[in-house]
Antibody, heavy 118, light 106 residues
């Protein structure tokens, strides 16, 4: 059974850097074809894909946020970390990580709500 | 960037009715690179359909997907009370993007 869980701060101040960790089980991110993505959802709004990391450490970013995002993996810890710099109140959202075959996302973690406020 | 348009934003049905949801892509997705997700209030999105028409594991057969090119459809054959939710399409033909969602309400 594949499970994922996001962790990180619930509240960050504007201009700060957000660091979120996705801890997963039930699969290996060193296995060919496996990837993990991050998706966010502002309250009451739609889903937005942020970043994805492949088993071979190749990385993809949402072009509109590329300059602010970094995604890394620690295969030995079964973790994927997303950092987002220069946080703004518009970045307030629930952040999800999800297992992927680099096409669709399934399953998803439970999500973690991050509020950006001073 | 491929933009996905889901319209209308809200559809109203009664249980037992057939629901047809639309997702239109700004560029052709020749490989049918569309997935559909269901999200209930306070819950995580759940994969329903991938490859435009393939049901994910455990998804009831009242859910079906179709389409090609730029126009894709999710059909719910007979709405059950638990089907009232928000549905998102997602493309993976060129990077990854989601539609704005369609809320299916009673």
């Amino acid at each position: 059974q594949i499970t994922l869980k996001e962790s990180g701060p619930a509240l960050v101040k504007p201009t700060q850097t957000l660091t979120l960790t996705c801890t997963f089980s039930g699969f290996s991110l060193s296995a060919s074809g496996v990837s993990v993505g991050w998706i966010r959802q502002p309250p009451g709004k739609a889903l937005e894909w942020l970043a994805l990391i492949y088993w071979d450490d190749d990385r993809r970013y949402n072009p509109s946020l590329k300059n602010r995002l970094t995604i890394t993996k620690d295969t030995s810890k079964n973790q994927v970390v997303l950092t987002m710099t220069n946080m703004d109140p518009v970045d307030t959202a629930t952040y999800y990580c999800a297992h992927s075959n680099a096409d669709w996302f399934d399953p998803w973690g439970q999500g973690t709500l991050v509020t950006v406020s001073s | 960037e491929i933009v996905l348009t889901q319209s209308p934003g809200t559809l109203s049905f009664s249980p037992g009715e057939r629901a047809t949801l639309s997702c239109r892509a700004s560029q052709s997705l020749a490989g049918g690179y569309i997935a559909w997700y269901q999200q209930k209030p306070g819950q995580t999105p759940r994969l329903l359909i991938y490859g435009a028409s393939h049901r994910a594991t455990g998804i009831p057969d009242r859910f079906s997907g179709s389409g090609s090119g730029t126009d894709f459809t999710l059909t719910i054959r007979r709405l059950e009370p638990e089907d009232f939710a928000v549905y998102y399409c997602q493309q993976y033909g060129d990077s990854w993007t989601f539609g704005q969602g369609t809320k299916v309400e009673i």
